[in-house]
């Protein structure tokens, strides 16, 4: 059983900078891929990035591709999306999630976070 703890959320003006971390405990770190969710008021999750199991490959969300980078560190069991340029559209709830079987984009994933809140004003 994984266990993900997000952090890093919080409230930031428009074109700020936030740096959201997730340390994982309770399984082998380096056999699952990682991604970041987010989810606004009234709509669905939706994907925002995922990184490999070794970090080589990342993957993102048009919408925050060039603004945000997924990165990870398994030595310490941690994933990190730093997110710049910020946009009030950004805003919403952000998830850490593992997956067993490599990265997908889509929300087929074994383990999930409790989320961190990220609020951008205009």
């Known amino acids: 059983q994984v266990q993900l703890v997000e952090s890093g959320g919080g409230l930031v003006q428009a074109g700020g900078s936030l740096r959201l971390s997730c340390a994982a405990s309770?399984?082998?770190?380096?056999?699952?891929?990682m991604a970041w969710f987010r989810q606004a008021p009234a709509k669905e999750r939706e994907f925002v990035a995922a990184?490999?199991?070794?970090?080589?490959?990342?993957y993102y969300a048009d919408s925050v591709k060039d603004r945000f980078t997924i990165a990870r560190d398994n030595a310490r069991n941690t994933v990190s999306l730093q997110m710049n340029s910020l946009k009030p559209e950004d805003t919403g709830v952000y998830y850490c999630?593992?997956?067993?079987?490599?990265?997908?984009?889509?929300?087929?994933?074994?383990?999930w976070g409790q989320g961190t809140q990220v609020t951008v004003s205009s």
């Open positions: 999630a593992a997956r067993r079987e490599g990265v997908t984009t889509n929300m087929n994933y074994d383990y």
């Open positions: 990184i490999s199991r070794g970090g080589r490959m990342t």
């Open positions: 309770g399984g082998a770190f380096s056999a699952y891929g």
